[in-house]
Nanobody
Framework: QVQLVESGGGLVQAGDSLRLSCVAS????????MGWFRQAPGKGREHLAT????????YYSAPVKGRFTASVDNAKNTVYLQMDSLKPEDTAVYYC??????????????????WGQGTQVTVSS
């Protein structure tokens, strides 16, 4: 079993930056990659990035490529999402999630096993 706790969300203005954190604990030995997703009101979960624990290799979804950067800190069992140039349309609850490896559909939330409870990001215009 894996436990995930997200933090770092908040209320910011358009153009500002935030860094989200996700701390993993429990039985993570079968978890080789981590995903970042978000969910806006009335919408499904949208893929943002998937990153390898071992080497930091990352796949980004096009809408956030160039603005958001994922990273890992193995010593702290933590993955991060640095979000720059935030826009009002970035307003959502942001989640981290576990996946065994890069096989299958890394862009689908159904491919991930364990999820955190999310952290709210609100961007005002």
């Amino acid at each position: 079993q894996v436990q995930l706790v997200e933090s770092g969300g908040g209320l910011v203005q358009a153009g500002d930056s935030l860094r989200l954190s996700c701390v993993a604990s429990g039985r993570t030995f079968n978890t080789n990659v981590m995903g970042w997703f978000r969910q806006a009101p009335g919408k499904g979960r949208e893929h943002l990035a998937t990153i390898s624990w071992t080497n930091g290799y990352t796949y980004y979804s096009a809408p956030v490529k160039g603005r958001f950067t994922a990273s890992v800190d193995n010593a702290k069992n933590t993955v991060y999402l640095q979000m720059d140039s935030l826009k009002p349309e970035d307003t959502a609850v942001y989640y981290c999630a576990t996946k065994r490896d890069f096989s299958g559909d890394i862009y689908s939330d159904n491919s991930y096993n364990y999820w955190g409870q999310g952290t709210q990001v609100t961007v005002s215009s």
